[in-house]
């Protein structure tokens, strides 16, 4: 039978622990702020990109490209982008299933990884990945060096033809609730969503370009370019996504503290309650037994 | 007829960094300058290290960037400047600047064959272009410790 100071005792370590539950969820929320400006600071640059690449793109009539060429699938690399650091609910986790489900279907060819994050790296290395390349502690200022490093690691290869497709598995920031995991193809390139053109577009096309340098010159810089930035994107979505994560996780740690308080400090009256009655009987029945 | 003002769009990978409605554009084109008024025909250029400047239509809203590699666009009445680095003259931190240069160029004069040379007369220009715009539109030439 636990006494009251056993419950007292329980009572102020699991009060710590909300303590630094809630100030690791503030935490989460302030970074998760600055997280998000970054990532929609950085949109006009990818979409401006996006959108000179397919109009230079749809004005050559046969694109050529070593990052345009289409080879069988035989040997894929897969960059996965996790968290760096846990307590971030099922994150990390959820990240790497994403990750196994797409693979399930390749595990007959060769595949590589490139892991973004420690989190990410330890536990692909424990389940016997082949690494490319490996980035960690990159994630908490995520920065347009990183990406072009990852780039070009990528491009490298695949332009030796060592690699015959990439892609990128990451955690794309939706709203704080709901995560949305997401797999797309860095190379082959395939800049054209015809579902994407605006109609101002569609109208622009028909005018050439004077162009300052040759077409393929320009293609040749703009091409490694976008998938810089189709990486710094996916970076900047996956560092919000595991802020919003944590700050989730770390609200409902607080809660559940707050819950677990409340039991104990319920019990403990029980206890004290008890205690208080059974004296009372003893005194009531010494003092009968005394007259 | 002709549009008599153009919208310029500058964007680097962090962030967008201007969107304003001018009357004329330079830009560091990489073969050269290239001054752009409304109504330019469709164009697509790299750009160089250099300065870009911008005048807008009342003449106080001008202003002048650093600008180091990237592309632009000229499409209609629109300029967009895809901008690997961009910098504003003021927010330039010429002190940095200075003590890059001073360091590519006590790498250049070393005379040590095993240095990346491309990548350190880049680093050059880069630094010198900081400087040049930072200096030119601050007003007096700052000194540096």
């Known amino acids: ?291 | 007829m002709l549009p008599d003002s153009i919208e310029l769009i500058i964007v680097t990978p962090e962030k967008q960094l201007l969107r304003e409605s001018v009357v004329e554009v330079v830009l560091p084109g990489a073969s050269g300058q290239l001054g752009i008024l409304p109504g330019h025909a469709p164009l697509i250029t790299e750009l160089g290290i250099g300065e870009l400047n911008y005048r807008g239509a009342n003449g106080n809203d001008s202003g002048v960037m650093a600008i180091i590699q990237g592309f632009a666009e000229v499409l209609g009445d629109r300029v967009t400047v895809l901008a690997e680095t961009a910098e504003r003259a003021a927010e330039i931190d010429l002190a940095r600047a200075e003590a890059a240069k001073a360091r590519a160029e006590q790498r250049l004069s070393a005379g040590d064959p095993n240095i990346d040379f491309d990548r350190v007369s880049i680093s050059l220009q880069r630094a010198l272009i900081r400087i040049q715009v930072a200096r030119k539109y601050r007003g007096a030439p700052v000194e540096t410790h």
Request: charged share 30%; glycine share 4%.
């Open chain 1, 1 to 291: 039978m636990p006494t009251l100071l056993d419950f007292r005792r329980r009572i102020r370590s699991v009060k710590n622990t909300q303590q630094i539950t809630r100030a690791m969820k503030f935490v989460a929320a302030a970074r998760l702020r600055r997280a998000q400006e970054a990532a929609l600071a950085a949109r006009p640059y990818a979409t401006e990109l996006a959108r000179v690449l397919r109009s230079i793109m749809s004005r050559i009539d046969q694109p050529e490209h070593t990052l345009l060429a289409r080879r069988p699938e035989e040997r894929i690399l897969v960059v996965i982008l996790t968290g760096e650091r846990g307590l971030a609910g099922a994150f990390n986790s959820n990240i790497l299933r994403k990750a196994n489900e797409f693979l399930r279907p390749y595990k007959s060819k060769k595949i590589s990884v490139i892991p973004v994050g420690k989190k990410g790296r330890d536990s692909l290395k424990k389940a016997g990945f082949t690494f490319a390349a490996e980035y960690v502690n990159v994630l908490a200022r995520v920065n347009f060096g990183t990406a072009r490093d990852i780039a070009s690691v990528i491009t490298e290869l695949y332009a030796k033809e060592e690699i015959d497709a990439v892609y990128i598995v990451f955690s794309e920031f939706k709203t704080v609730m709901t995560p949305n995991l997401v797999v797309e193809k860095l190379l082959p390139v395939e800049p054209t969503r015809p579902e994407e053109e605006t109609k101002e577009e569609k109208a622009s096309a028909q005018v050439d370009y004077i162009y300052e340098q040759p077409k393929e010159q320009l293609l040749d810089k703009l091409l490694p370019r976008y998938v810089e930035t189709q990486i710094l994107r996916a970076m900047l979505e996956s560092s919000a996504a595991e802020h919003a994560a944590r700050m989730t996780a770390m609200e409902s740690a607080t809660k559940n503290a707050g819950d677990v308080i409340e039991a104990l400090t319920l019990h403990m009256n029980k206890v004290r309650q008890a205690a208080i009655t059974k004296e009372i009987i003893e005194i009531v029945s010494g003092a009968s037994s005394t007259a």
